[in-house]
């Protein structure tokens, strides 16, 4: 499967989507492709091996009703599964005959009968965005389309722990991932990897003594956190595709070792710049926006809540 984030990078996005696999998955079961752990320290992680349609988790399902769930990946026939661009669709079935959601730019609600292992969705009414759809490029369009031609009729179930399978008549299907999203502001966000070009590395790969390097954004349009030695603040100014990261500062005057200070500056330099962003459940990748072959860019997994440090 190949994914480009931001639109034709070739094979340092498709590497960079890849990576952001490393978040705190560990135990989930995915859908339709091979998922190796990507993770590296305390930010990685595993992804399970992926289900089938001839299978169904009896151990632990989930219910279908009551969940949000992102439509993840979908896949047409057998054109094999296509990832869904940042922010784009998701559904939630409140099991009492009704199901909403939004098809990646435009909202929906629809009738849905859950019936043992089957969901038929008809009557769909399609209902504008959020933004009017102004922040719909041609890969959310595209995106969208193709979720609305397998999101009707009979859909036959299949679950695995956080995933769900929507597959319909024809072999096309939706892969659901149980969602409870991660905001973009506020969250600690981690960074595990850098890239510049078409090369990446873990963020200790030259600095094994690194420490936790991580940002905040906040809602008063700046930002803080710690680059591997000393902690930094810097204004963020957050778009629909990009942040454009300026001013970042140190707020305390540490000296650590040479490695760990090259690191430091290498990420001071990402987080001083424009960035195009994808945004996933848990992980977050960025590269220079517009992108030019000596782009930067990082990538980083949401704190989880059972994460102590």
């Known amino acids: 499967m190949t994914y480009m984030p931001f639109g034709g990078r070739g094979v340092r996005r498709t590497a960079i989507a ?11 079961a995915g859908c339709g492709t091979d998922r190796k752990a990507q993770g590296q320290g305390e930010g990685g992680s595993s992804a399970a091996p992926a289900s089938d349609d001839s299978s169904t988790d009896e ?12 439509i993840w990946e979908l896949s047409i026939g057998d054109s094999g599964l296509k990832r869904a661009p940042r922010g784009a669709a998701w559904v939630k ?12 730019c435009h909202e929906f609600r629809a009738k849905a009968d859950i019936k043992g292992d089957t969901v038929t969705v008809r009557d769909r009414e399609t209902l504008p965005g959020p933004d009017g759809g102004k922040s719909c490029d041609a890969r959310h369009l ?37 969602n409870r999203p991660v905001s973009l502001v506020g969250s600690e966000w981690r960074i595990s990897k850098l890239d510049h070009s078409d090369e990446e590395w873990a963020i200790d790969a030259h600095a094994p003594d690194i420490g936790k390097v991580y940002f ?12 591997g030695c000393n902690d930094y603040r810097g204004k ?41 962003y994808q945004l996933g459940p848990d992980y977050l990748t960025a590269s220079t926006y517009p992108y030019h072959n000596l782009a930067t860019g990082f990538v980083a997994g949401a704190k989880q809540k059972n994460q102590k440090n």
């Open 59 to 70: 151990e632990n399902p989930l219910p279908l009703a009551g969940q949000h769930w992102d």
């Open 216 to 227: 905040v954004l906040d809602e008063d349009g700046t930002f803080r956190g710690n680059f």
């Open 142 to 178: 595209d995106y969208e389309k193709d979720v609305q031609q397998v999101l009707d009729g009979e859909l036959k179930i299949t679950t695995n722990y956080s995933w769900v399978n929507l597959t319909d008549s024809h072999g096309s299907k939706l892969v659901l991932h149980k």
């Open 236 to 276: 963020a100014d957050i778009g629909p595709k990009t942040i454009t990261f300026s001013q970042a500062e140190p707020t305390t005057d540490k000296r650590c070792s040479k490695a760990v200070m090259s690191t430091e500056e290498e990420v001071r330099q990402r987080l001083d710049q424009t960035v195009g």
């Open 18 to 28: 890849s990576a952001a696999l490393l978040v705190s998955v560990t135990g989930l």
């Open 93 to 104: 079935f409140d099991g009492a005959g009704k199901a909403s959601g939004s098809f990646g």
